[in-house]
């Protein structure tokens, strides 16, 4: 691979001639061939990054934590001691653990590579003729790009030409406005990055605008990859829900060593235990009441949850929204692509004279014939018409190809929606282009609503106008109407027309023309058009996506609401709200005039009340988000333009569209869609509720069972018995019986009810009354049972191995019964199928046979200290096992009868 550095030099400064020279590239693009020898020569088109971290390296980072160091400091001593036996046991506890956390974070580390793999940028290049989108990273220098509005700039790329270029380059030079591009500017060799006004840089943002350039740099060879080096290693950050309970880990952490230093000096003083024993049941203790594996296990359900989540078509950018997903309460949701299939057709033509043509066909393939009163229209039969296709043509940027058989298109649904209805027609956009040249635009945004080309014609210019009815009506001139009442009352006409079609749920487009004296120069923006004759509305209809309908449904259920933030006509927007069931009456539409003269408090209550706005202007979108937070809502939002970012960043959860959303939109997002329905983030909810039980029950079943080994010690202590485990037994039970469980508790799948409940409150806490409750009750039974079971062990004659035995497998024991607990906070265990879990009864049953088995191993009796015992003994404490099962029963019925006290009284 051969670096670009012989090809850097001063691009803004060289003329278009010895640009190409440079680059041996012409305008018209490379061919497949030669893109594919300068792919191989100079790489692929990617930044520097820090290497993914080698096998050894995951392998030592198990190694650093606190507990780790405790445990080997007592091995050492063990060995220093004369107990070497203590010390491998250790030694082999330690070595598990790294391998088991090493495995699950080399999967994590492989599912991220491969989840980025779905977060590609996208190009669009001429290759071979033709413009095709490509992957980023297949872009090389000589290549034609394109870019407009929204679009993330693929490499270095030098300008041929541009319509009102507008660049976001913050990135590169702290530039928080965007930046005005001119290729026809060319300057000196020294003039700074930020001042070349005919280039564009990679990782830069259209902000405004379309472009055509020829890439220059790619990959490493970029400024900004030069700039990449410097960042390489950034540490990145956790997500919220990890860092509270890292924090939590250490206080208890701190506590926890305070408390078993004491417990060792008790020991030591009082029951005349040897301090070697003592330190070891320290360490041991600390080991049983520190939940040091939480932080992983809880990456582990979290991990879990993103996989899940992508197989069901939600990526997940930032581990943070996997949490956040189950509080949301309210969805504002885009409605073209979203809740529609953004495949619109053209259905109905009306022209301002009332004839009504029908176009029949479905989708972006022009299959279909145009018709009047049932009868087809020949082509050139209706003047008025053809220039109504003239304009649908010109006034266009996308294309629509027959190749090989086959219809391929790119560009905007609305454009290719219209291409399509001038090919029923007969137009063809090459064959149109050749005999009225375009020598300008003005592109559609969605401040200004309209779009326009300028095209040259016999001396003159013509423009080509489409846009809303409002915009576009307001532009024209009614030139027959002599009498200023009766143009006007031409104009309400037409409203009212366009009305009518927004009511049967079309889209409505208007189509407009006009002349400019004398020719237009392409190196100025153009004048605003006006003056124009109006040509007549198109009504294209956008069906709404399979399983929409039953997805807001199912929000519904869940205590989520959803809401419609459209920049459509207010009309059509209640005609699709009606099948979804959001609005059913014009006055339930609140519209984006309405919304600017609302203050604060008056946008807040049509927030809690409205669930559809339409003609929304991107800031007002921002401004409803705020709103809906401020009144309390915990918001997630989908957006796929630029102009949606600031909405999306405002929000609690972003959600960008993975196939119509820009670079800039996914950027700003924690979500990616990857198919752009609404019924797939429906499912992201589900899954997010799912993760953040998962995570609840991980915690309840480490922080209780660990609790109930305290209680056991605590009693044994206070009672003056001897010590009920030791050391190398509570290590046994915390670091392998233990963390086979609650790595398999992750895997826990739905209970099946979750999009029935109300959204958590975002403020609540992990440790809530309800997980406080069930902790204690199920540590107080757990650790009595075990002490009350030692205790009558030790009357009953038996000796202090046995007894501990005994014990230790009773201990195993409810850590197999209470992981049936752990799967529902208020479910009965009973109605949850162990075969629903299969990882789950797995992990339990390899716990219980590993432990089982440890006992008729000659090294595993050796280290462990335990023995087999008969089948009355095992029966006896599987019974005893069960007591926590009874109880925990127990207090679910109670919970249970107090919650709907509850809402009974309320």
């Known amino acids: 691979m051969e670096s670009q550095s012989q090809l850097i030099q001063p691009w803004h400064a060289l003329d278009l001639p010895s640009l190409q ?114 992957d980023a990273e297949r872009v090389v220098p000589g290549d034609t790009v394109w870019l407009e509005s929204g679009n993330r700039v693929p490499a270095d790329v030098r300008l041929l030409s541009a319509h009102g270029l507008e660049i976001d380059e913050s990135l590169l030079t702290g530039e928080s406005l965007p930046v005005s591009k001119d290729p026809a500017w060319t300057g000196t060799e020294p003039t700074a990055v930020g001042d070349r006004q005919n280039m564009t840089f990679a990782g830069s943002i259209v902000v405004r605008g379309r472009a055509q350039g020829m890439v220059v740099a790619t990959g490493s060879a970029t400024h900004v990859g030069r700039l990449a080096l410097d960042v390489i290693g950034a540490p990145g950050g956790k997500p919220p829900l990890l860092e509270r309970l890292e924090r939590f880990t250490h206080v208890v952490a701190a506590t926890v060593l305070i408390a078993a230093c004491v417990v060792a000096v008790i020991g030591v003083v009082l029951h005349n235990h040897s301090a070697h024993d003592m330190f070891l049941f320290a360490v041991a203790l600390a080991v049983s009441a520190i939940p040091e594996g939480l932080p992983v296990a809880l990456t582990v359900a979290l991990a879990i949850g993103t996989a899940r989540m992508a197989r069901r078509g939600v990526i997940v950018r930032r581990l943070a929204a996997v949490e956040g997903l189950g509080s949301c309460t309210l969805i504002a949701s885009d409605k073209t692509g979203t809740l529609t299939c953004n495949e619109l057709t053209v259905r109905e033509i009306r022209l301002p004279t009332g004839e009504r043509f029908d176009v029949g066909g479905e989708g972006f393939v022009p299959d279909g014939q145009v018709t009047h009163h049932g009868q087809v229209v020949d082509t050139g039969s209706y003047p008025s018409l053809e220039r109504l296709a003239r304009v649908a043509v010109l006034c266009n940027e996308a294309d629509l190809h027959r190749r090989d058989g086959q219809w391929t298109w790119r560009g905007d649904a609305v454009d290719l929606a219209l291409l399509a209805l001038a090919h029923k027609l007969g137009w063809n956009r090459e064959a149109s282009l050749s005999s009225h040249p375009q020598v300008n635009e003005l592109p559609f945004e969605p401040e200004r609503q309209f779009a326009a080309t300028y095209h040259q014609s016999h001396g003159s210019a013509d423009v080509f106008v489409k846009g809303s009815p409002e915009r576009v009506l307001a532009m024209c001139a009614w030139e027959n109407e002599s009498d200023p009442n009766q143009a006007a009352e031409r104009v309400e006409q037409m409203h009212r027309l366009a009305e009518s079609m927004g009511r049967q749920g079309y889209r409505v487009l208007a189509l407009a023309e006009g002349r400019l004296p004398g020719t237009l120069d392409p190196a100025h923006a153009p004048p605003e058009p006006s003056h124009l004759t109006f040509l007549g509305f198109v009504g294209m209809i956008d069906p709404l996506r399979p399983g929409v309908q039953d997805a807001v449904s199912a929000c519904r259920q869940a205590g989520v609401a959803a809401c419609m933030i459209t920049g459509d006509h207010p009309v059509t927007a209640l005609a699709i709200s009606r099948q979804l069931g959001l609005a059913s009456e014009p006055h339930q539409v609140v519209t984006g005039s309405e919304l600017a003269k609302m203050s604060a408090g008056q946008m807040e209550h049509a927030v809690k009340t409205a669930r559809v706005f339409a003609r929304v202007a991107p800031h007002q979108k921002l401004e409803l988000v705020n709103a809906a937070r401020r009144v309390g809502h915990f918001v997630a939002v989908t957006g796929d333009g630029v102009n949606d970012a600031p909405a999306l960043r405002a929000a609690n959860i972003g959600m960008a569209m993975g196939k119509s959303g820009t670079d800039v939109a996914r950027e700003s997002a924690e979500l990616v869609i990857s198919d752009d329905n609404f019924a797939t983030i429906v499912v992201g909810i589900e899954e997010g509720r799912v993760a953040y039980d998962n995570v609840r029950k991980v915690i309840y079943l480490l922080i209780s069972t660990g609790a109930a080994e305290v209680v056991l010690v605590g009693l044994a202590l206070a009672a003056g018995l001897p010590l009920p485990l030791l050391a190398v037994q509570l290590l046994w039970l915390n670091l392998v019986t233990n963390g086979i469980q609650d790595v398999a508790l992750a895997f826990e799948p739905s209970e099946g009810d979750v999009l029935g409940r109300e959204p958590r409150p975002p403020s609540e806490r992990i440790f809530n009354r309800l997980m406080i409750e069930r902790t204690l009750v199920a540590a107080l039974v757990m650790g009595f049972v075990g002490f009350a079971a030692f205790w009558w062990m030790l009357s009953a004659g038996w000796t202090e191995a046995a007894a501990r035995n005994a014990l230790l497998l009773l201990m195993v024991l409810f850590e197999n019964v209470h992981i049936g607990n752990c799967r529902s906070e208020t479910k009965s265990a009973l109605r949850l199928s162990p075969f629903r879990s299969p990882i789950l009864l797995c992990g339990a049953l390899i716990a219980l046979l590993l432990h089982l088995g440890t006992m008729y191993v000659p090294l595993g009796q050796e280290i462990l200290r335990i023995q087999p015992v008969d089948l009355t003994t095992f029966v006896c404490l599987w019974a005893l096992a069960l007591s926590v099962f009874v109880v925990m029963e127990v207090h679910k019925w109670s919970w249970d009868m107090r919650t709907r006290r509850r809402k009974a009284s309320s």
């Open 21 to 134: 020279q440079s680059l041996d590239a012409k305008t018209g693009g490379l061919q497949g061939s030669e893109a594919a020898q300068r792919l191989k020569k100079f790489g692929p088109n990617m930044l520097p990054h820090a290497p993914h971290p080698a096998w050894w390296q995951i392998a030592l980072r198990q190694f650093q934590s606190p507990l780790i160091y405790i445990l080997a400091v007592a091995a050492v001593v063990s060995v220093a001691i004369g107990e070497p036996t203590d010390a491998g046991f250790i030694a082999a506890v330690l070595g598990l653990n790294a391998l088991i956390g090493g495995y699950q974070e080399w999967r994590a580390e492989k599912s991220t590579q491969a989840l980025q793999q779905l977060l590609q940028i996208r190009a669009a290049v001429m290759r071979d003729g033709e413009v095709t989108e490509i």
